[in-house]
């Protein structure tokens, strides 16, 4: 089973290495990590900065905002489907 950390913890993970100058098989040791696990969360800090580990249930905001367009989108499109079937119900009254 995989274990789970929080952000915190890979965030202060990721600090060791990059602000104190830990090795990355130093802080895997103390921290009772793989390496791996740990070269992959500081790949995600570089791409993330801050905003990255957003933990479970927690979109990253580039993400949120495609799924809120997403959603827009969707219900755009049944609300044009909605008027599309008025028009003709009502162009249909007229003949």
Known sequence: MTKKYDKEFKLQ???LIQEEGKSVAQVAREM???ENTL???????KNAGNQA???SG????????LRDLQKRI???EEENDILKKAMHYFAKDRR
């Open 74 to 76: 969707r219900n755009l």
């Open 13 to 15: 993970s990721v600090r």
């Open 39 to 45: 070269y992959r969360w500081i790949a995600e800090f």
């Open 58 to 65: 927690q979109l990253k905001p580039e993400d949120k905002a």
């Open 32 to 34: 009772g990590l793989h």
């Open 53 to 55: 580990f957003p933990g």
